[in-house]
């Protein structure tokens, strides 16, 4: 009963520690990840030897080192399956947990049972230490792939605006400015790029006739907490709350940035000339996610808009009332390695592109299907920010003044 139960415990670790270790190996997107593969596979090999050596032990006693290698195997599969228990413990899947569980305790009692018995150990103080290294190096590499590498600083890319000379139309009553916007990402890994806006707004900054006093500037100050801009006290300058003059994403959705690489594209801005604004201030922004931490699986399907009868979530609708539209996109995503990806449920990225006349702006969240809509806890959205590197990049305002162009002949 007990060598049955030994072999069906080392067999079965053979078969799931091959299992996710050759799909590590051949599709983890980062180097440790696909060391843990060939740790795995090399384990898997240990045990499925190891199994062959417990029959020999108990039966034929063929080879008079067989116990050792039982031991050895025995071992290597209870510290393997204790490690992947507590892995899969903390994701969503409830059969994995519980078969690693079981297999934990059947390789601990293996290890005992084996040890039991009349096993020879050749210099046990060298086999001693092969162990403990073995061990230290597997639990050294599991910290690192599960503990340290998906909390380790982030890498941050940067968006840059340039605007250009401007240009007056043929009849002279528009006029153009070119704005060049750049995504340089200066870092080692490369990034998803989710969602992608720029937008420019228009400000009247008409000029006091005479100094402003003190309460006009609380007056401004207080204006900050109703505008998303943010506009300088000033003595003569009375800024006006800016208006939307032009919105538009300017990457195409699941286009990437690799590491050490730019982007680089031209947007125009058109007004008549005659136009009431002083100023017109550019933004852009961009929601990213680390290619080393995700698979986005294409293409980004339209979802909904706000203000359809489709369902969106209450504070996109909330919105909607205070003068933000929003048009919804939606993608599958995987795991960046073949453990999380078979014990944890399946998620989808959803990209909000927000607009309104104060202003336009993109923001991202990745959920567990069924609960797109689902508003999550700050612990939890930190978490997934972290879990997924999720980056939101923001550039602007870059200000021009229109006076120049208004006033040419």
Request: charge should be positive; glycine fraction near 6%.
């Amino acid at each position: 009963m007990a060598l049955a139960a030994i072999v069906l415990v080392l067999l079965m670790t053979t078969v799931m520690l091959a299992r996710f270790g050759l799909d590590d190996f051949v599709h983890d997107l980062t180097f440790a990840g696909r060391l843990t593969g060939a740790v795995l596979l090399v384990v898997s090999f240990t045990t499925l030897v190891s199994a062959a050596a417990v029959l020999d032990h108990w039966i034929r006693q063929s080879y008079p080192y067989s116990g050792l290698v039982a031991l050895i195997g025995t071992f290597a599969a209870f510290l393997t399956n204790a490690m992947l228990l507590v892995q899969t413990v903390r994701n969503d899947s409830v059969f994995f947990p519980a078969l690693f569980g079981a297999l934990t305790a059947g390789s601990a009692y293996a290890v005992f049972a084996v040890g039991r018995t009349s096993v020879v150990i050749p210099a046990p103080k060298r086999v001693a230490a092969a162990v403990i290294v073995s061990s230290v190096i597997a639990i050294a590499n599991f910290g690192y792939q599960n503990l340290y590498q998906p909390y380790q600083r982030q890498t941050r890319p940067l968006i840059t605006l340039s605007m250009g000379r401007p240009v007056l139309s043929k009849d002279r009553t528009a006029f153009a400015v070119p704005v060049d916007i750049t995504l340089r990402n200066h870092g080692d890994v490369g990034f998803y790029v989710l969602g992608t806006e720029f937008h420019a707004m228009g400000k009247q900054v008409p000029l006091s006739p005479r100094d402003r006093l003190r309460q006009q500037w609380r007056a401004d100050a207080e204006q900050w907490q109703k505008s998303e801009e943010v506009n300088p006290l000033s003595r003569r300058e009375m800024h006006q709350p800016g208006e939307l003059v032009e919105a538009k994403p300017w990457m195409e959705r699941g286009w990437w940035v690799e590491a050490n690489d730019t982007f680089t594209t031209r947007v125009v801005v058109q007004l008549p000339r005659d136009t009431p604004y002083d100023q017109v201030a550019l933004y852009a922004s961009a929601s990213l996610a680390r290619k080393d931490r995700l698979v986005l699986q294409p293409p980004f399907n339209f979802v909904a808009y706000s203000w359809g009868r489709q369902k969106v979530p209450g504070w996109v609708k909330a919105q909607q009332t205070g003068g933000r539209d929003s048009l919804i996109y939606r993608a599958r995503v995987h795991e960046n390695n073949a453990i999380d990806e078979r014990t944890r449920d399946p998620r989808l990225v959803t990209v909000y592109w927000k607009f309104g006349t104060h202003g336009a702006s993109v923001f991202s969240s990745i959920a567990r299907k069924g609960e797109e809509n689902r508003t999550l806890p700050p612990a939890e959205a930190s978490e997934v920010v972290n879990r997924y590197g999720l980056v939101d990049l923001i550039t602007g305002p870059v200000e021009r003044t229109l006076w120049d162009i208004k006033s040419q002949r």
